[in-house]
């Protein structure tokens, strides 16, 4: 399951279980002769709920932030507008603020929000019950704050490191197989709706294992790295770099025609060839290119562009031994 779908569902899950909580907070409420607090958190249930539903409706297209922040400040406002009648209920109401918001927003909208609702807070019981009981609530606000800011920074360096690691090739930095596949499916889905052409270039190191047995794997590898960003720094914007095997790479080139793929083929290949490289201290490779037909799929483009390829490996091998004769 993608993560995108993951933490939807978890928000809708989440949603619908606070306003059955509110619910039965009300009842607790209603019984204890709290009309007020009744009555301001029976506008927090229609606003989890809503929230949920739209999430769900729109569970399979990008989410809108708008949502979220409408219930965050409704959540806000319900419990400033009820601060100074009931300030140790609402202040422990406002402590949970910090971890919900960090759930539901980005890190900066989140942490803007909170800071702003800790001045109010912090301005109203100050005003209310003195500097003491203002400054009392606004630090405990704060360390919530921090306490919140600090788990969602963390969480998010983990997704992004774990995400880099499930997509890219640890040695090389370029992308890894199975995201290829991934991104090809997804590119040719796009161009059957748009008939944007679609090429791809392959890209193999001759001799590769014979290089690794004379200059070893750790010189390979700094050499794989430094293969992977020159190569990037040729392609276009847009263009991607995935490895697939240890001397296979392949450029996925979207918008691109199959005329536009020979020549940027050509013109890596010799800008590749001619780049001075350490510790290898010449590099040939192979090429080839192969631009998708209607109603190809993502298996028959890349087995027809590896034929491409073992033909004309073959065909550089003839030439040479001709030449040798």
């Known amino acids: 399951m993608p993560q ?8 809708i899950i989440l949603y619908t279980l606070a ?24 506008i927090a249930v229609p606003a989890f709920l809503f929230s949920a539903i739209y999430i769900y409706i729109n569970r399979d297209h990008t989410p809108a932030l708008w949502v979220h922040h409408i219930l965050i400040s409704v959540l806000s406002l319900l419990a400033l507008y009820q601060l100074t009648e009931f300030p140790e209920l609402m202040t422990h109401y406002l402590y949970a ?3 919900f918001s960090f759930f539901c927003l980005p890190i900066l909208n989140a942490t803007i929000l909170n800071l702003v609702v800790a001045m109010i807070t912090t301005s109203m019981m100050w005003n209310e019950f003195g500097w003491q009981e203002g400054l009392r609530s606004g630090i405990n606000y704060c360390l919530f704050l921090g306490s919140a800011f600090c788990y969602a920074y963390l969480t998010q360096v983990k997704q992004k490191s774990l995400r ?17 596949y991934h991104t ?45 960003d020159r190569s990037r720094s040729i392609i276009r914007a847009g263009d991607e770099v995935f490895r697939l095997e240890e001397d296979l790479f392949i450029l996925l080139l979207p918008h691109c025609t199959n005329d536009g793929a020979i020549v940027l083929m050509e013109r890596i290949k010799r800008n590749l060839q001619q780049q001075s490289w350490d510790p290898v201290a010449e590099l040939s490779l192979s090429t080839s290119a192969a631009t998708w ?26 030439l040479a031994a001709f030449s040798e004769q």
């Open 4 to 11: 995108q779908q993951l933490t939807l569902r978890i928000q």
């Open 184 to 228: 090809l499916d997804r590119e040719i889905s796009r161009s059957e709706n748009t008939q944007d052409p679609i090429s791809l270039i392959a890209l193999t190191i001759d001799d590769y294992h014979q290089m690794m047995d004379i200059h070893g794997r750790r010189s390979m590898d700094q050499f794989l790295s430094q293969f992977t």
């Open 164 to 180: 880099r690691l499930a997509l890219t090739d640890p040695v090389s930095g370029a992308y890894n197989k199975r995201h290829f």
């Open 97 to 99: 603020l910090p971890l």
């Open 293 to 318: 037909s209607t109603g190809e799929t993502a298996q028959e483009l890349q087995k027809r562009l590896l034929q491409s390829l073992t033909k004309q490996q073959k065909t550089t091998l003839q």
């Open 19 to 42: 306003a059955f909580a509110i619910c039965i907070l009300m009842i607790d409420q209603y019984r204890q002769g709290l009309f007020s607090l009744v009555l301001s958190n029976a």
